[in-house]
């Protein structure tokens, strides 16, 4: 108890530090503790650089940086694993679309195996990083919320914790109204020549952005979603619900990971 009090304490005198500093100390621990990345500044005091001998990426929340402490490529790798895509054949001319897509680790995942990337976030640093990640800084990334239907919706603000949902959570940081759009009216999927894959994470959104792309579904050959316990207050599961959609879509269930909670589906029609 005493350790995880004084773990604590340190954190949250860590993150009150100017980012220099903060980055300053991190890279001198790094080194000590023998982690393959280190960071920099890199605008302002939101947005930070990890990198390591072969790679680098750009992220807003200082926390997450030890996710890197193996290398930026092998952080993607698991990730990209968690989502099943070691089982997903891919190659150039595919799409890759990324509902939720933080700050685009999936992106450079995509971009590697030569397919084109749509990242939907409606938290701007994170939308942020993804241009940066991803566009080359270019203002690319899809600043609105997939959904059901075309509207203005409340938002509930939570990126700490990497929480930030339309649906209602306990301990929002704050809520606005931002444009949320179904993915059937906002993407057109015709002439593709590689896969096709579309992966939803919605913070317990996930059946209604999943019914907000009913009319391209047909065209989309993979689904991964992570429909784990994350729903509103009750923080609910949404495996039934998604299930239920994608099996009325035509989709077959591939692979499932209890832990996470995520799985992968196969259009049984392409």
Same mark, same amino acid.
């Given at each position: ?8 304490l340190q954190a949250s005198i860590l993150v ?93 995942? !995509? +971009? ?5 990337? %749509?990242? @939907?976030?409606? =938290?701007?640093?994170? #939308?942020?990083?993804?241009? *940066? ?25 939570k990126p700490e914790s990497e929480d930030s ?22 993407? !057109? +999927? ?5 896969? %096709?894959? @579309?992966?939803? =994470?919605?913070?317990? #959104?996930?059946?209604?952005? *999943? ?60």
């Amino acid at each position: 108890m005493r350790m995880n009090l004084l773990s604590d304490l340190q954190a949250s005198i860590l993150v009150r530090l100017p980012l220099t500093v903060y980055c300053q100390v991190i890279n001198m621990r790094n080194r000590i503790r023998g982690k393959a990345h280190r960071i920099s500044p890199f605008e302002g005091n939101h947005i930070l650089k990890a990198y390591d001998a072969t790679d680098e990426i750009f992220l807003c929340r200082r926390r997450l940086h030890n996710r890197y402490r193996h290398g930026i490529r092998a952080r993607i790798d698991k990730l990209a694993k968690e989502y099943h895509l070691d089982h997903v054949p891919t190659k150039p001319g595919g799409l890759f679309i990324d509902c939720g897509a933080n700050i685009g680790e999936l992106g450079l995942w !995509a +971009l590697a195996r030569g397919m084109d990337y %749509v990242a @939907f976030e409606p =938290e701007p640093l994170e #939308a942020r990083c993804i241009d *940066l990640n991803v566009y080359g800084g270019e203002p690319k990334a899809t600043r609105k919320a997939l959904w059901k239907s075309n509207s203005s919706i409340e938002f509930f603000s939570k990126p700490e914790s990497e929480d930030s949902s339309i649906i209602e959570m306990d301990g929002a940081q704050s809520q606005m109204i931002i444009e949320a759009v179904r993915l059937d009216t906002e993407i !057109a +999927l015709n002439g593709r020549t590689g896969p %096709v894959i @579309f992966k939803v =994470e919605g913070e317990g #959104a996930e059946p209604e952005i *999943l019914e907000g792309a009913t009319g391209v579904l047909p065209s989309i050959d993979f689904v991964t979603v992570d429909c784990g316990f994350e729903r509103g207050r009750e923080k609910s599961p949404t495996f039934v619900e998604s299930n239920a959609l994608l099996a009325d879509a035509g989709f077959r269930l591939q692979e499932f990971e209890f832990g996470r909670v995520t799985a992968l589906y196969h259009n049984a029609n392409r």
